[in-house]
């Protein structure tokens, strides 16, 4: 499956952005999709994930985003979002939206689960 994420931009702190990840070459109805960021210099992280049903194992949240974030899924569009609002500052990063290998498969937080990734859309938040 390939991945490509969209949606960033620059925006002042306290505002909202809302990044997209489209699947294409099949279809992302069987996959939970989560996202990663990175930010300058530092490790890439979790964010957010959704299973495949987005019910049943419930989505999960980094403890910096709970609450301000939310990851959703359109199976119809075949498209994974990230709303994000309050932004800070350090929510300043590259956003990554992630595949596992294998369909109905919950991979949780752990990057190296992943396998398939987008090219990664830039997110810059201003004070």
């Known amino acids: 499956v390939q991945l490509q994420a969209s949606g960033g931009g620059l925006v002042q702190a306290g505002g909202s952005l809302r990044l997209s990840c489209v699947g294409s070459g099949r279809t992302l109805r069987g996959y939970t999709i989560a996202w990663f960021r990175q930010a300058p210099g530092k490790e890439r992280e979790f964010v957010a994930c959704?299973?495949?049903?987005?019910?049943?194992?419930?989505?999960d949240y980094a403890d910096s985003v709970k609450g301000r974030f939310t990851i959703s899924r359109d199976n119809a569009e075949n498209t994974v979002y990230l709303q994000m609002n309050s932004l800070k500052p350090d929510d300043t990063a590259v956003y990554y939206c992630a595949a596992p290998f294998s369909t109905y498969f919950y991979t949780g937080r752990t990057r190296d689960d992943y396998s398939f990734w987008g090219q990664g859309t830039l997110v810059t938040v201003s004070s």
């Open positions: 959704i299973p495949w049903n987005g019910d049943g194992v419930s989505t």
